[in-house]
């Protein structure tokens, strides 16, 4: 059976820009764009060229692709030629092989938000394009708010795409720019403008998830016969975001009936990298990925209840709904004070301790779980944390640095603008390699703003660690939660560390103490050992 291909458009740099507190550089521009096309994208979207002078930026110095780099425009303005109007100009001078043009659909955005008669709207749908098409470039129309449209005024949604249409538009997209259509609406529409006469091959979708529907309503237009997809790598967009494509394209490549009937230009083997471009992309941000993310995110294939780890240890497939390597993720089992022994050995197997069933460490084990986690430890959320625990009791952690001692203070004082800042200073002495060595480091950074006292101890922690200093160079902190466990005068500190690698890994760690510094140093200590015993593995 010849299967149907499917055209992937990405909008990230473009429409993912639109998310608050979002701004790419142009060179994050070039780095997302070239992990887009190594996933195997059909289509760039960089940015609308004239409208900032990041985007501007972007195109003078765009990345060689495989996928086509498009730029983003809308249509001429009333009163001008397409070939008059420098807006226009602008886009086409960014010189890109595909050109994607927004223009308005719904007769209530004409006469209101443009202010103009509907045949004069069409009437400049129509030229754009053919500018377009003329100088020998792909045109794209995005039909802005094309559903609303279509359900206010059916015969002038249809009338405006149309126009794109004949005058060479490769592609119509369909948008649902406000996010409140639902699939089932999605569909029907979209089956009904194939109906019309506008072919599904050169029909795209774009949803938002103004009501968390938008991988579904794409679904259903893809089902209708659109073979264009349009959307955002982790969902990125204005409001509550567009549809996201880490989780499409696992459905398209992953699930039936998809997997059967359609193909994209992402390859098994690219698949597999989703996960770490995902997480690539909140690093870039500086946000915390979602767990819960389908597919990509960190709990996507957790299992905490015992009786799941032990149909899990079985056959995965139990309560998995595919292989996680297929992604590029993980299966992971938490561990708490409520685990069984089903759930530690399979835990352990995941990090490669092999303990048989019935041997006296896992009890060992799990007592030690039990007792630290009365003392206010999480193990659920802090699985690195858990492994190094295995370790110690198991006779297998590897001697690798001692910290003798370690000391942090900060100290209140004005700078050169007469304002009072903080400096923390962390001193730390380590036995490593056979000698004592000690490293001061300032938690002040390049801007000159204060990165507080666990900065500086990890500063001073990894500054001079001997051979193993190399290894963590490429070792930051992502996210850093705190909690305090007993409320009172003694109160105690729980603090969870997450951590990242120039691989993509991920980790959690834990520290528990009545001084957050001192949890701080623990859990990161922790981070530290789990990373260089996987890297020595």
């Given at each position: 059976?010849?299967?149907?291909?499917?055209?992937?458009?990405?909008?990230?740099?473009?429409?993912?820009?639109?998310?608050?507190?979002?701004?790419?550089?142009?060179?994050?521009?070039?780095?997302?764009?070239?992990?887009?096309?190594?996933?195997?994208?059909?289509?760039?979207?960089?940015?609308?060229?004239?409208?900032?002078?990041?985007?501007?930026?972007?195109?003078?110095?765009a990345p060689e692709t495989r996928a086509r780099l498009t730029a983003f425009g809308m249509t001429k303005r009333n009163g001008m030629s397409a070939e008059n109007d420098d807006v226009l100009a602008a886009v086409m001078n960014a010189n890109t092989q595909s050109i994607c043009l927004v223009g308005k659909t719904h007769e209530f955005h004409v006469t209101t938000a443009l202010g103009i008669t509907l045949p004069e709207n069409t009437e400049n749908i129509a030229k754009s394009i053919a500018h377009i098409v003329a100088q020998g470039r792909e045109a794209l129309f995005d039909a802005e708010h094309f559903f609303d449209g279509y359900k206010s005024n059916p015969a002038y949604a249809l009338e405006a795409i149309r126009a794109a249409y004949d005058a060479g538009a490769r592609w119509i997209v369909l948008c649902d720019t406000n996010g409140g259509t639902l699939p089932s609406e999605i569909g029907h529409i979209t089956a009904e403008v194939i109906a019309s006469g506008i072919e599904g091959e050169r029909l795209g979708i774009h949803t938002h998830d103004d009501t968390e529907n938008a991988v579904a309503c794409t679904l259903a237009a893809v089902d209708a016969g659109a073979r264009q997809i349009q959307g955002t790598l982790n969902g990125l967009g204005?409001?509550?975001?567009?549809?996201?494509?880490?989780?499409?394209?696992?459905i398209l490549k992953l699930k039936q009936p998809y997997a059967s009937l359609y193909e994209t230009g992402v390859t098994d083997e690219a698949l597999e990298g989703i996960t770490r471009t995902s997480r690539m992309l909140d690093e870039i941000l500086n946000r915390v990925p979602l767990r819960q993310a389908g597919f990509v995110g960190s709990s996507a294939f957790a299992h905490k209840a015992g009786l799941h780890a032990s149909a899990i240890l079985k056959d995965p497939s139990t309560y998995e709904h595919i292989e996680p390597s297929l992604v590029g993720n993980t299966r992971i089992i938490p561990m708490s004070n409520q685990a069984g022994q089903s759930n530690l050995r399979r835990r352990l197997a995941s990090a490669g301790l092999e303990v048989a069933k019935g041997d006296p460490a896992l009890s060992a084990i799990l007592d030690e779980v039990k007792a630290r986690e009365a003392e206010g430890y999480s193990y659920d959320t802090a699985q690195a944390s858990f492994e190094l625990l295995a370790r110690k009791v198991l006779g297998q952690m590897p001697e690798l640095f001692e910290v003798k001692r370690y000391r942090v203070t900060v100290e209140r004082r004005k700078n050169k603008y007469d304002q009072m800042i903080s400096l923390s200073e962390a001193v730390v002495v380590v036995k490593v390699d056979g000698e004592k060595r000690l490293s001061v480091s300032e938690s002040m950074d390049e801007t000159g703003s204060d990165r507080g006292p666990v900065n500086a101890l990890s500063k001073a922690l990894v500054k001079d660690l001997g051979q193993y200093s190399a290894l963590l160079e490429d070792m930051h902190l992502v996210d850093f939660k705190v909690r305090i466990t007993q409320g009172g005068t003694e109160a105690v500190t729980r603090v969870i560390i997450d951590s990242q690698d120039g691989q993509g890994r991920r980790w959690s760690t834990v520290g528990v103490s009545a001084n957050i510094v001192d949890a701080s140093f623990e859990a990161l200590l922790d981070a530290i050992r789990w990373k260089l015993i996987r890297d020595k593995e």
């Open positions: 059976m010849t299967k149907t291909r499917l055209s992937l458009y990405d909008t990230t740099l473009r429409d993912g820009q639109q998310t608050q507190g979002v701004q790419f550089s142009t060179e994050e521009k070039q780095i997302i764009a070239k992990s887009l096309d190594a996933l195997g994208v059909d289509y760039i979207e960089g940015g609308w060229p004239g409208a900032n002078p990041t985007d501007s930026a972007f195109f003078d110095e204005e409001r509550c975001g567009n549809a996201n494509l880490t989780a499409l394209i696992p």
